[in-house]
């Protein structure tokens, strides 16, 4: 799992997700990366976070509406997620974390009910609809390695082409920003290491 956000057209965004199991919801390292999820969320002022999000093959994400952890109540988890759709249809402005500055309007339906497991593993049924409902839909749909640009058509798409290029671009350019920052340490550490040898070397010598 990821300390950051896995920025889109990363393939563990156009994935499926795995089942979890009891078992693994009651461990340590669990909780972990639930606290991770929810401090990465908070910390980019999102307020939903799926698992593909940050490279876990995880089906489950974090949600709080009010977007602020002070919010602490409104906080959900939701894990091996299902929905049906109840009533109505609205169509709202809608960003990603994953496709950040870029917005556009999706199509979703309005009161869903919802089924899943919450951080201890109990089951837990409730309807939403609005806001709420939204965020939900969106996240499952990166469980099942869907985006909101799928959710589109074909004029909306269009529209958003040169923001997603502009986006992927950027993308690339950070990636080899990273690479080139990765390559500077690890030759900064062989310096290290060979300025130790010659340490030791002259040592053995004045002895």
Known sequence: MKNIIVLYPHN??????????L??????????RISTMFRLMYYNRGVGLAAPQVGWDAKLFVCNPKGKPEHVSDALVLINPEWIPIDGVQIDEEGCLSVPGIWAPVRRHDKISVKALNEEGFEFEFEASGFLSRIIQHECDHLDGIMMMDRLDSEALADLNSDLAGHIKRVKELRRYREHAKIRRAL????KEKEKARAKVKKKKRK
Do not use: C, M, N, P
């Not at 693994?24 to 909780?31: A, G, H, L, M, P």
């Not at 900064?188 to 310096?191: G, P, V």
């Open 188 to 191: 900064a550490q062989k310096r």
């Open 12 to 21: 563990s965004l156009k994935e499926g997700t795995k089942h979890v199991t």
């Open 23 to 32: 078992d693994y919801i009651q461990t340590d390292e669990f909780r972990s």
